[in-house]
């Protein structure tokens, strides 16, 4: 145990996590030249194509120090936007210490300090590595300086390394070997072993990744999961290599995967305790929190008979995404569905992403909405998150939404741009201060359901991508809020209805009836689009029919032969306007939920 260290790579967005996680595999010859690919553990299309880290992947390396001893390093990348923290959170419970990375150049972000308080949460040795120095806007010792005075941490302690280089990355791995400390644990103890994550294997069932705290395991045992009590029997225990590695056993301090032929995919929690049946543990570990979902959407497969596809393929995604929710929905206009939980928008576009592609179902998502807390005049409290659910005005005593408390970082000449950017969403209680000369913190409390929408792509357009943003749930506030109906053709639409403030009410209405307008194809018939509060419409646009011209064999002669062939037709679109219905395509759902910035 001496010899193992575990260790996560933290950091903000784009600061070169996975970079510096290819440059150690390469420099530890796990992997050849012919087989090595950029971002080698990001083995999802996504991830590849986004290039971003969406799920975190841990790795077993062997390395031999300088002073001639030999150490196994177990890594876990993680992504850095804010939507995956919870990732980040579960990843590093599993490690004795993390490498903060901070790009030379940009220094210091948002996520860099929520990364290190969670790091801080779970008590880890922290190595600052300053990554990027070989760029020609590179300042090492000014972010050195920002490390020191900004984060609290050990100048002495900070590595710089330039990961698409090489430079530097030995020098990270012996300070990893010596500052951070072994794991401690008791392989003699009763087998204790903490699931921080788990994917299905249509031929193998579930692999389940833990971190053996105490005790040990291998292929035979018999295995219990103390949450629910289930048994199985180990197949096969390895390591996370480029490849799975099969060993003889896993032991207290190791980071590996178990197999035991799982086939129900609700026994696996993430956060669940491992043990043994002939020698059990009297107490579980300390699992993870709960995660709170902030944006909840309705999801349709677009075929019915896809219903039970979609239910299967959310489970198994659950299992490999913990913060995903989900319990069953029913639309008038799309059948049965799921109400899903994602921790932001960017969760939920991955999730889709993936639900079409690794499952290959096609769908129809409604208009993401948030959490409000309804106080009705009988004193009973709703919990709301889908407008089909919203209760009679008359009944309604006041509402409550979430509200946000928002960091933002930014140079200081964006200022100006970002502060109308957070009146214009209803901003409360705004302060800033410099933490460094030229640079701005700026908190603000904002409501979640106008941060949702588009607010982090409006902040990275009027900074030119230099703002950076994080959040955390703060409170809940009283609120005036409004239901805001879709009619198509005089029907209503209910998976386009949303819930708005009233402020904000119209100018939605005009925005999701200019966005149908150009999706719905034409008809033969008009049709009118409306956004109606109740009884009142606040917004409206037509789509003009197709005409047939049934005038063009009159020629010259008396007008009225024109005239009653005109109104023949407009008698017979009168007609089909009452009985014709109109589909409206998938995109145009997808339509209204993007902003016209």
């Given at each position: 145990m001496k010899e193992i260290r575990n260790f996560s790579i933290i950091a903000h967005i784009d600061h070169g996590k996975s970079t510096l996680a290819d440059?150690?595999?390469?420099?530890?010859?796990?992997?050849?030249?012919?087989?090595f690919q950029d971002q080698l553990l990001d083995n999802m299309d996504i991830e590849r194509e986004r290039g971003i880290t969406i799920k975190s992947q841990s790795i077993c390396l062997p390395y031999k120090a300088r002073n001639g001893k030999e150490y196994i390093l177990n890594l876990v990348d993680t992504p850095g936007h804010v939507d995956f923290s919870y990732e980040v959170s579960r990843a590093l419970s599993s490690c004795e210490g993390a490498l903060l990375i901070v790009d030379a150049a940009q220094g210091v972000e948002a996520q860099t300090l929520a990364?290190?308080?969670?790091?801080?949460?779970?008590?880890?040795?922290?190595?600052p590595v300053i990554n990027k120095i070989d760029l020609p806007?590179?300042?090492?010792?000014?972010?050195?300086?920002?490390?020191?005075?900004?984060?609290?941490?050990?100048?002495?302690?900070i590595q710089y390394c330039s990961a698409k280089t090489g430079e530097g990355?030995?020098?990270?791995?012996?300070?990893?070997?010596?500052?951070?400390?072994?794991p401690e644990g008791d392989s003699a103890a009763p087998l204790q072993a903490l699931i921080f994550d788990a994917s299905y294997d249509a031929f193998r069932g579930t692999i389940i990744s833990c971190r053996i705290i105490n005790g040990s395991i291998k292929a035979n045992d018999t295995i219990v999961f103390m949450s629910n009590g289930a048994e199985y029997r180990v197949e096969e225990v390895g390591v996370f290599k480029v490849q799975k590695e099969k060993t003889r056993q896993l032991t207290a301090g190791d980071v590996g995967y178990i197999l035991a032929g799982v086939k129900n995919v609700k026994d696996t929690k993430p956060g669940d305790t491992i043990t043994l049946k002939d020698n059990p543990s009297p107490k579980a570990l300390q699992g993870f929190k709960e995660m709170q979902q902030v944006v909840f959407s309705s999801i349709y497969p677009i075929s019915t008979d896809d219903y039970e596809d979609l239910a299967t393929a959310l489970e198994k995604l659950q299992l490999n995404d913990a913060a995903l929710t989900f319990q069953k929905d029913t639309s008038a206009a799309l059948g049965f569905g799921f109400r899903?939980?994602?921790?932001?928008l960017l969760h939920l576009e991955v999730v889709q992403e993936r639900l079409e592609r690794e499952f290959d179902i096609s769908l129809i998502l409604t208009v993401p909405s948030v959490k409000y807390n309804f106080y009705l005049k009988d004193e009973t409290i709703l919990e709301v998150d889908n407008p089909a659910h919203f209760p009679d005005p008359m009944h309604i005593e006041r509402v409550e939404e979430p509200f946000i408390k928002a960091t933002i970082l930014i140079p200081e000449r964006y200022m100006g741009a970002v502060m109308t950017l957070c009146m214009e969403r209803r901003g409360e209680n705004t302060n800033y201060h410099y933490p460094m000369p030229g640079r701005i913190e700026f908190t603000c409390e904002l409501p979640l359901a106008e941060v949702i929408y588009d607010f982090y792509d409006r902040l990275k357009s009027i900074t030119?991508?230099?703002?950076?943003?994080?959040?955390?749930?703060?409170?809940?506030?009283?609120?005036?809020?409004?239901?805001?109906?879709?009619?198509?053709?005089?029907?209503?639409?209910?998976?386009?209805s949303q819930l708005v403030h009233t402020a904000n009410a119209r100018a939605r209405g005009l925005h999701a009836c200019e966005r149908l307008k150009e999706e719905i194809p034409r008809q033969m018939f008009k049709i009118a689009i409306q956004g109606a509060i109740g009884g009142n419409i606040v917004a409206r646009t037509n789509i003009s029919a197709l005409r047939k011209d049934v005038t063009a064999k009159c020629y010259g002669g008396d007008i009225s032969r024109k005239r009653k062939l005109l109104e023949k037709q407009k008698a017979g679109k009168k007609r089909m306007k009452t009985v014709g219905n109109v589909d409206i395509p998938q995109q145009a759902f997808l339509a209204v939920l993007k902003s016209d910035q």
């Open positions: 440059r150690m595999i390469q420099f530890c010859q796990q992997v050849s030249d012919r087989e990364n290190l308080y969670l790091a801080m949460d779970n008590d880890l040795e922290i190595i806007s590179a300042e090492p010792e000014k972010v050195a300086m920002e490390i020191e005075e900004d984060l609290g941490l050990d100048g002495e302690m990355v030995e020098d990270v791995l012996e300070a990893i070997c010596e500052f951070i400390p072994a899903c939980g994602f921790l932001g030119q991508g230099y703002g950076s943003f994080d959040y955390e749930l703060y409170d809940y506030r009283k609120s005036d809020l409004v239901k805001l109906d879709i009619l198509v053709n005089g029907e209503i639409v209910d998976a386009l």
